[in-house]
C-alpha cells in the first residue's frame, strides 16, 4: 500500500489554506471541512492515531478531485495532496468503510470491471499485433462511443497500425473509492493483456488512464513495458509528420459544428472554439500546447481562452470519477466552471470526464478527436 | 484513541435538548443539508491561524468545539437564525475562512458556528460610480479575480488573500499590502450590510458619505462577529492601474529608511506598497543584499503621469538619507513570494513556535517600539530570532510587524502566553497601539482595556445595547469572560 508522507501532510494541515481559492470543492459547497487544509487534518489526526474514520470524515477526505488545482499556488514542492489523501483513507477501505455514493459503482467494477456495469466492446477491432494499443477507457466507452470512432478514423487516415481489445477498468476508480486490492488485481489483467497484444506503444485518450498507467502501475505489481502516449500529443505528431492533414473552410467547420447541434459565430472570418485544459493533462502530463497547436492547425479556427486555462486550469466537476459518486456536487462545480467560458464560444477539451461534466443540453461540448477528425479529409 | 474531541479552553456548552431544538427549526429555515452536527465539520470550524491551535492540533486536540454548524445561504436566513439563536440565547460564533491568527473563531461556549461561505456572490459591479457589492462569504483571491476581469481591482491585498474573505476583511478592520495607495479595508468601504442578534438587517446608504450622525453600519466594522453578522459590503474600486514602477533603495541604518519615509508622506506621495526591512529580514528575503543594509520596497501604480511624478519625489527624498538604488528585482522577487508561508509549517514540525505581531506607531516611537518590542521577544527563554519591518504607512506613522521564533522545548502555550505578555508590555509602555491589522480575537483581548482606556467602556455599552443577551462570539474583543485560557 502507499505510503502517506506524514511530513507533507503535516505541511499542509498546519498551512492556512493558503490554495483554498482554487479548490472547486471548496469553493462551491463552502464547507470548511472539504477545504485543502481541512481534508489534510483529518487525514493527518486519523494518520497519526488521535482521530478514528467516520463515515463523515472519511466523505470529507473522500471529496477531492484529484485536479491539483491546490498545487497551482502550493509552496510545498514535495506535496501532491490529492495523493496523499487518496493514500491516507485507504485504511478506512480496508476497515470495511465506503461511502453509500461509491458502492454501486465499486460493485459494477467487481462484477464487470467497469464502473459503469456491462462493458460495452469497442466497435473498431483490429487484427492482434498492431503496434498501437488503443486503451479508450470505460467513460469514453459508455458515453461517447462517437470520440472512440473519432480516434480510429484519424488513425485510419494516418495509416496507423492499430487495435482495440477488450479492456479492464484501469484501476483508478477501485484506488480512489479505498478498494486497493481490486486496483490492483485490474492493474494486473489489463497488463497480462497488453504483453499479449503484442504492442509496443499504449495510446489514451483519457487522462485518467494515463495518469494511472504512468503513476501507478509499477507501485501496484504491473509495471509496464509499453511506451505510454497521450491522444493531445500522439495525434499532434501524425499532424508534424504530415499524416494527417487538417483542412476545410471556415463554412465546413461551422457545418460540422452545426452537425453536432453547436451554433457558433464567425469573428474576424475565424471561427472561435474555447479549449478546456483537462486538469491531468495540464497540471500532471503538462500537455497544454499540444492540444492548442492542433486546433490552431486547423485553418479558420481561432482560440478563445476561458478565465482560467493552461495550468491554471480549473476541474469540470469531473475528476475522481465525482459525476459518479457525487453528482450534484460535481454538477454545481461544471457550472461555476462554464461560467469562466466566453459566451459564444463552443467548448472543446480532450478529456472524456470533462466532456461529459461540461455539456449542456443547448450546448454540446466536442471531443479535440471529434473535431480533428471532420476536418481531416 | 479517539480523544480528539478534547476540548482545552472550552468555558461551557449549550444544552443538547437546545440544541437538537435548534438544528430542528434551523433545518426547516435553511434546508437540512445546511445543518451539520457530524465530527468533520465541528472539527473543522473549531480554529483558525492560531498557533495555539496548531499546538494543540499536534497533541490531538482542540480549542473548542461547535455544537452545530449552518450555512446561510442569504441575508434573510442569517436574520432567521440570529432571531432563533437570540430567542433561544444560542452563543453563535460567524465562521469565514478561518485564516485569523488569535483565535476569533474559537467557539469558547459551544453553541453554533455560523459558517457564511455559501454567501459568495458578486451582487453587482457599478463601473460609472466605482462600487461594487459583494456578501461577505467570498473569497478574496476569487472577489478580486471577478473585479479584474471586468477591468477593476479592489486594491485589497492582505497575505491571505487566498485564505480568507471579504466578510473577514471587514469584521478584523484588515489591510492590505497595496494600502498605502488604496487604503485599508474601513477606507474602501462604502457602507455595510449586517443583521444584529434578534435578527435586525440593516443596511448603510451607498453614497460616498453621509452627515446624518453616525454611520451606525460602519461600526460593525472590526467587531469580528461579537455585534451581530456582516452579510455584505459596497466597497471602492478602482480601474486596473496603467503603469507600475518598482524600486528598492537600501539604507545603512533603519532609521534612516522611517526618516525617508515620513518625508516622502509628508510630500503628499501614495506609493501602494512600501515595505521597509530590518538588516536580518533584508538578508532573509533577498540574500543578495546580505544582511547589513535596511531595503525598502516600493512599489508605485496608477495613472503613469502620477506614477512618474511620485516616483521621482520618493527618489529626492530617500537620496537626502543617503539611499542606495538597487533596482527593481527585489520588489519582483517579493511579488513573487508574498503570499508563501510555508516557513511556517515547517517550522512548527520542527518545534518552533513562529508568531507576529503588528502593532502601530507614530513616526516619534517608530523605532523606539522595534527596538523595545525586539528586546522584549528576545528576552524571553526560547526565543531564537524577533525581527521586524514596517508594512503599512501614514502621515502620521506605521504599522510595525514583529516576527518571532522559539524553540521553548515542552510547553509551548505557556511560552506563547510569556512571548505576548513581553511583546504588550513593551508596545504599550512605548505608546503604540497594540494592534494595526490582524485584531484582537480570543487571545487579544487581555490587553483591551488598557489600550483603549475609557473608551473600553463604551464599547462595552454598545455590546450590552446590541447583544443583551451576549450570544454573539462570546469572549471575543475583551468583551466577556475567557476563564479557562486566562487562568
Not at chain 1, 461517447?144 to 497500425?161: F, H, R, T, Y
Request: aromatic share 8%; proline share 5%.
Amino acid at each position: 500500500m502507499a505510503e502517506v508522507n506524514m511530513e507533507q501532510l503535516l505541511n499542509c494541515a498546519f498551512c492556512p489554506n493558503m490554495c483554498r481559492n482554487e479548490c472547486p470543492v471548496v469553493q462551491t459547497l463552502g464547507r470548511e471541512a472539504v477545504a485543502p487544509s481541512g481534508k489534510a487534518r483529518i487525514a493527518a489526526l486519523t494518520g497519526q492515531g488521535h482521530l478514528d474514520w467516520d463515515e463523515a470524515m472519511l466523505e470529507a477526505v473522500a471529496n477531492c478531485l484529484g485536479c491539483r488545482g491546490c498545487t497551482i499556488h502550493c509552496p510545498f514542492e514535495e506535496l501532491n495532496l490529492c495523493d496523499e489523501l487518496t493514500f491516507s483513507r485507504l485504511p478506512a477501505g480496508k476497515e470495511g468503510l465506503s461511502l453509500p455514493g461509491w458502492d454501486p459503482y465499486l460493485n459494477n467494477l467487481r462484477r464487470y470491471s467497469s464502473p459503469y456495469g456491462q462493458k460495452k466492446d469497442p466497435v473498431i477491432k483490429h487484427g492482434q499485433g498492431a503496434e498501437v494499443l488503443v486503451f479508450n477507457g470505460c467513460t469514453a466507452l459508455a458515453n461517447n462511443p462517437a470520440s472512440i470512432e473519432a480516434a480510429a478514423s484519424l488513425l485510419d487516415k494516418a495509416g496507423v497500425s492499430y487495435q482495440m481489445i477488450e479492456e479492464d477498468c484501469c484501476g483508478y476508480p477501485a484506488e480512489v473509492w479505498g478498494d486497493l486490492a481490486l486496483a490492483e488485481q485490474l492493474a494486473s489483467e489489463n497488463r497480462r493483456k497488453f504483453a499479449e497484444s503484442g504492442a509496443s506503444v499504449l495510446l489514451t485518450n483519457c487522462p485518467e488512464c494515463w495518469s494511472v498507467f504512468t503513476r501507478r502501475y509499477a507501485d501496484w505489481g504491473a509495471p509496464l513495458s509499453l511506451e505510454i502516449s497521450d491522444g493531445p500529443s500522439f495525434f499532434l505528431q501524425l499532424i508534424r509528420e504530415g499524416k494527417l492533414n487538417p483542412g476545410g473552410e471556415v463554412n465546413e467547420i461551422a457545418g460540422l459544428l452545426d452537425a453536432f447541434g453547436i451554433r457558433a459565430d464567425k469573428n474576424d472570418g475565424k471561427l472561435a472554439l474555447s479549449y478546456h485544459d483537462p486538469c491531468i493533462w495540464a497540471r500532471t502530463a503538462e500537455k497544454v500546447d499540444q492540444p492548442r497547436e492542433i486546433l490552431q492547425s486547423i485553418p479558420g479556427i481561432a482560440i478563445e481562452e476561458p478565465a482560467a486555462s493552461r495550468e491554471n486550469t480549473r476541474c469540470c466537476g469531473g475528476g475522481s470519477m465525482f459525476q459518479l459518486a457525487f453528482p450534484a456536487t460535481a454538477a454545481a462545480i461544471a457550472g461555476r466552471r462554464l461560467g469562466e467560458f466566453p459566451p459564444q464560444a463552443p467548448i472543446v477539451t480532450a478529456c472524456p470526464f470533462c466532456r461529459e461534466g461540461l455539456k449542456q443540453e443547448e450546448k454540446p461540448v466536442l471531443e479535440l478527436v471529434e473535431v480533428l477528425d471532420r476536418c481531416c479529409k | 484513541m479517539d480523544h480528539l474531541m478534547q476540548t482545552m479552553i472550552q468555558d461551557e456548552k449549550t444544552k443538547q435538548a437546545l440544541i437538537d431544538q435548534f438544528a430542528k427549526e434551523a433545518a426547516f429555515i435553511i434546508g437540512e443539508e445546511n445543518v451539520s452536527t457530524n465530527k468533520a465539520d465541528l472539527l473543522a470550524t473549531c480554529r483558525d491561524y492560531w498557533p495555539v491551535t496548531s499546538i494543540w492540533m499536534s497533541e490531538g486536540t482542540v480549542p473548542a468545539l461547535p455544537q452545530l454548524v449552518v450555512w446561510p445561504g442569504n441575508t434573510g436566513e442569517v436574520s432567521r437564525l440570529l432571531a432563533l439563536a437570540d430567542r433561544m440565547k444560542i452563543p453563535v460564533t460567524p465562521y469565514g475562512e478561518g485564516s485569523g491568527a488569535l483565535g476569533g473563531v474559537v467557539p469558547l461556549k459551544g453553541g453554533v458556528t455560523i459558517d457564511l461561505k455559501r454567501m459568495n456572490r458578486v451582487r453587482w459591479i457599478d463601473e460609472d460610480n466605482l462600487m461594487v457589492q459583494v456578501e461577505s462569504g467570498l473569497n478574496g483571491a476569487l472577489y478580486e479575480e471577478q473585479l479584474n476581469r471586468a477591468g477593476y481591482t479592489g486594491g485589497h491585498f492582505p497575505q491571505s488573500l487566498r485564505c480568507s474573505t471579504v466578510g473577514g476583511w471587514l469584521s478584523c478592520r484588515a489591510a492590505g499590502q497595496f494600502s498605502t495607495r488604496y487604503g485599508k479595508i474601513e477606507d474602501m468601504v462604502v457602507a455595510l450590510e449586517a443583521v444584529l442578534p434578534g435578527g435586525t438587517t440593516f443596511e448603510g446608504r451607498s453614497v460616498p458619505r453621509t452627515a446624518t450622525g453616525p454611520r451606525v453600519d460602519h461600526l460593525m466594522l472590526g467587531s469580528e462577529g461579537t455585534l451581530g453578522v456582516i452579510t455584505a459590503a459596497t466597497l471602492r474600486i478602482w480601474p486596473l492601474p496603467e503603469k507600475r514602477h518598482l524600486v528598492t533603495y537600501t539604507f545603512e541604518r533603519l532609521e534612516d529608511g522611517l526618516e525617508a519615509i515620513r518625508r516622502f508622506m509628508r510630500k503628499g506621495t501614495r506609493p501602494a506598497v512600501v515595505r521597509l526591512y530590518d538588516a536580518q529580514e533584508t538578508g532573509n528575503h533577498f540574500p543578495e543584499l546580505g544582511d547589513k543594509v535596511c531595503a525598502l520596497v516600493l512599489l508605485i501604480e496608477g495613472a503613469p503621469r502620477i506614477v512618474e511624478a511620485e516616483a521621482a519625489e520618493i527618489e529626492a527624498c530617500v537620496n537626502q538619507l543617503g539611499a542606495a538604488d538597487v533596482g527593481s528585482e527585489p520588489v519582483e522577487h517579493w511579488l513573487e513570494k508574498r503570499f508563501n508561508i510555508a516557513v511556517a509549517s515547517m517550522l512548527f514540525q520542527k518545534g518552533a513556535v513562529l508568531d507576529t505581531i503588528e502593532v502601530t506607531t507614530n513616526w516619534h516611537n517608530a523605532y523606539s517600539t522595534y527596538r523595545a518590542m525586539q528586546d522584549a521577544l528576545l528576552g524571553v527563554e526560547g526565543t531564537m530570532l524577533a525581527s521586524g519591518h514596517y508594512s503599512h504607512v501614514y502621515p502620521e506613522g506605521a504599522a510595525l510587524y514583529m516576527t518571532t521564533v522559539g524553540f521553548p522545548g515542552e510547553d509551548k502555550v505557556a511560552y506563547y502566553k510569556k512571548l505576548w505578555q513581553a511583546a504588550m508590555d513593551a508596545c504599550l509602555a512605548e505608546g503604540a497601539a497594540i494592534s494595526h491589522h490582524h485584531g484582537v480575537g480570543l487571545h487579544r483581548g487581555a490587553w483591551m482595556a488598557e489600550e483603549h482606556g475609557a473608551a473600553f467602556s463604551v464599547l462595552q455599552k454598545i455590546k450590552q445595547a446590541l447583544d443583551p443577551n451576549r450570544v454573539m462570539n462570546p469572549g471575543k474583543l475583551g468583551l466577556g469572560e475567557v476563564e479557562k485560557w486566562r487562568k
